[in-house]
């Protein structure tokens, strides 16, 4: 299936859309990606739908660390 992307800021949050259609149903997933306020931790929730409904919420956490 084809995916189409849009990419947009919201503020301070990165707002990444994919578009697709696997069986001939949409499939859509939003990712919004924001800095932690401690500025070494990056958030990602994606907000997942097939068909209208609503197939998850996950988020991601990355945390900067130096490594030695």
Same mark, same amino acid.
């Given at each position: 299936?084809?995916? &189409? /992307?849009?990419?947009?800021?919201? $503020?301070? +949050? %990165?707002?990444? *859309?994919?578009?697709?259609?696997?069986?001939?149903?949409?499939?859509?997933?939003?990712? &919004? /990606?924001?800095?932690?306020?401690? $500025?070494? +931790? %990056?958030?990602? *929730?994606?907000?997942?739908?097939?068909?209208?409904?609503?197939?998850?919420?996950?988020?991601?956490?990355?945390?900067?660390?130096?490594?030695?």
């Amino acid at each position: 299936a084809r995916t &189409r /992307w849009s990419t947009s800021w919201h $503020g301070d +949050t %990165l707002i990444i *859309r994919a578009t697709s259609e696997p069986g001939n149903k949409e499939l859509v997933q939003v990712d &919004r /990606w924001t800095l932690g306020p401690d $500025g070494s +931790t %990056l958030l990602m *929730r994606r907000e997942a739908t097939y068909d209208g409904a609503s197939i998850g919420t996950p988020l991601w956490i990355f945390v900067k660390r130096l490594v030695e």
